[in-house]
DNA sequence: GCGGAGATGTACT
DNA sequence: GTACATCTCCGCA
């Protein structure tokens, strides 16, 4: 069970990292969203993505392009931006200390509010389907933003650090320590046309964890084989 | 469990 | 007009 006095809140130093480092620093740290109604949900990041900016030819801010739309991107490390995609989903992202890179949250292991969560995502469906396993609530970027009420009205260019903000943090867990999960690293997910960037592991998430998006079982041999010895 | 089709709005060519 | 950082439904195994 999860203890709020164990909980530590994410401070502005905390994500202040290069994308990288942030990408594979937030597995295992918990999202927190506190509804208008003061209900809170709760998740542990199990699975993240970076998304590098210049180079990067999957990212929104490639060759430096920005626009009014990507301006959270070149905010302050830990800003959130939110974006709409295919037309009807959100996908949630948060800025890291370079200038136009983020990091995209893809999947949460629920841990708080998730009937709440079941009745969002059922809301969602066209023919209100229920969920009913925990692990298919969040295993995915636009599922996560839904089970969560994460919309680009409610979300979008907050920092997850500002103390003033009080719908949306980070907190630290001192069960889930780095050193108690193993991280697989793999493509990232929906990128076609990107060239080289396309095939890049710039995709991290938790061995073995049921809400994980998308395993890639290849790369998860060579992760066992390698840490054998 | 897996694969394909379709839904659908917005930003930018 | 086109290209999406996706999801659900449905048919088939």
Redesign the pocket.
């Known amino acids: 069970m999860l203890l709020n006095m164990n909980c530590t809140r994410l401070l502005m130093e905390d994500l202040h990292l290069p994308c990288k480092k942030q990408a594979l620093y937030l597995l295992g740290k918990v999202l927190v969203r506190k509804l208008e109604d003061g209900t809170i949900l709760k998740g542990k990041i199990v699975e993240t ?1 970076c ?1 590098l900016g210049g180079e990067d030819k ?4 490639f060759n430096g ?1 920005r ?4 301006e959270p ?1 070149y905010m302050p490390a830990g800003t959130i ?1 939110v ?7 959100y ?1 949630l ?1 948060i800025s890291s200390v370079e200038p136009g890179a ?1 990091v ?1 949250l893809r999947a949460l292991d629920p841990l708080q509010g998730e009937d709440t969560m079941r009745t969002f ?1 059922a809301k ?4 209100g ?1 229920q ?1 009913d396993k925990s692990s ?1 609530l969040c ?6 933003c ?1 089970a969560l009420d994460i919309t680009k009205e409610n979300s979008n260019k907050i920092n997850l650090s500002d103390p003033k903000n009080e719908s949306i943090w980070l907190e630290d867990h001192p069960d889930f320590s780095e050193e108690d999960f193993k991280v697989v690293s793999s493509a ?6 990107a060239g080289e960037w396309t095939s890049k592991p710039l995709r991290f998430y938790i061995l073995g964890n049921e809400s994980v ?1 998308k395993r890639d079982k290849a790369r998860e041999r060579i992760l066992l084989e390698d840490s054998k010895d």
Not at 58 to 61: E, I, K, T, V, Y
Not at 124 to 127: G, V
């Open positions: 993505e998304y999957a990212s929104h801010s392009r626009t009014m739309a990507n991107m931006y974006y709409m995609t295919y037309g009807m989903y996908c992202n983020a995209l995502r969602k469906n066209k023919r389907t969920i298919k295993n995915g970027p636009s599922k996560m839904i990232r997910i929906g990128i076609n046309n998006s």
